[in-house]
């Protein structure tokens, strides 16, 4: 049997293969983020035939605040649960797993889409931010706590819709990138961005508000931004620090990819293009890790499992393109 197709254990949870299909936005929900039959349709095929170990569902928003676009799926509210329970009822019936992505847009979002400024760890532009006429507002130590709440009762909603587990979306230039990264953190209280501890307080506090109300037995996974991949930004020295915190606060999974620096390597466009981070990653936790990036060979997959530069191989785009690809990729390496 190929190293893809062995099956591998996320905390209590056993899963078939370590072929993942990341989150992906495919902005099918309804205004409010509610749950559609397109949405489930489109899960439908993705998932048809079990090839897929674990599925990861789209960024779905928190809060109406930290909503990142049209047609993003909401876990906002407890009438989200239905729809969502429904979308959950579709990938099971392939015998796959699947974990919710949550996830607050902070500087990311658009004014016209939240009707306010949007809130960050300070006040302060990027590039990679929407193109608001303001900058956004510092959070305060509420409107933390607030997120903090929001993200428990995200999760919570995530199980009670069936999910296998939960992704806490921490990559991407969303709002705990905006935390952990020193271009956008100039904070000087305990969530700092001049100290490692600082940067990640907000994260550490959430794993623990998540474990609290999911319980032991329900997988946590972080998609972590591991490096800005810029001058002054995050770097992997920083995140080898931080997923050995996360790992020690209850985190169950690791899926990495980039900071500001997105689901790209400015350096690098070979397949597995994060396998520099998610090797030196392995190499310090004892809990799996995914690597994503540019990858749309089975053999690359295979050979990335092999020298040991990930757990589990996230396939995104090959996937979107073609719902056929696991099961040609299974085949493949079966030869």
């Not at 790992?247 to 899926?255: R, V």
Request: charged share 25%.
């Amino acid at each position: 049997m190929s190293l893809l197709g062995m099956p591998i254990k996320i905390g209590t949870l056993d899963v078939p293969n370590r072929l993942v299909l990341p989150p992906i936005a495919t902005s099918k929900s309804q205004e409010n983020g509610e749950i559609t039959d397109e949405l489930c349709q489109y899960y439908a095929e993705k998932s048809a035939g079990g090839h897929i170990g674990l599925l990861i569902t789209e960024h779905s928003y928190i809060s109406p605040e930290g909503k990142a676009g049209k047609g993003q799926m909401s876990i906002a509210k407890d009438s989200d649960i239905a729809g969502l329970e429904r979308l959950v009822s579709t990938i099971h019936q392939a015998n796959t797993k699947t974990f919710a992505q949550i996830n607050h847009a902070g500087a990311r979002a658009k004014q016209e889409i939240i009707g306010c400024l949007p809130k960050s760890a300070s006040s302060i532009g990027h590039p990679k931010f929407a193109k608001n006429e303001s900058l956004p507002l510092e959070m305060t130590y509420d409107d933390i706590q607030k997120v903090i709440a929001d993200f428990a009762a995200a999760a919570i909603r995530a199980k009670k819709a069936g999910y296998d587990g939960v992704e806490i979306h921490a990559a991407h230039a969303y709002l705990l990138t905006q935390f952990y990264s020193p271009l956008t953190n100039k904070r000087e209280d305990q969530y700092n961005g001049y100290s490692i501890e600082g940067r990640i307080k907000l994260h550490l506090e959430i794993i623990h508000a998540v474990r609290e109300v999911v319980g032991s037995d329900f997988p946590i996974a972080i998609r972590l931004g591991a490096s800005d991949h810029a001058t002054g930004g995050t770097t992997i020295e920083d995140s080898l620090l931080a997923v050995k915190a996360f790992e020690k606060a209850g985190i169950d999974l690791l899926d990495i990819s980039g900071g500001f620096s997105s689901y790209v390597n400015p350096n690098s466009t070979e397949q597995g293009y994060f396998s520099d981070m998610t090797e030196a990653i392995k190499r310090n936790v004892e809990i799996p890790v995914i690597l994503t990036g540019g990858i749309v060979e089975a053999s690359v997959a295979e050979k990335l499992l092999r020298e040991e530069k990930a757990d589990m191989i996230g396939v995104g785009r090959a996937i979107f393109k073609d719902s056929n690809w696991a099961k040609q990729a299974f085949l493949a390496l079966e030869k």
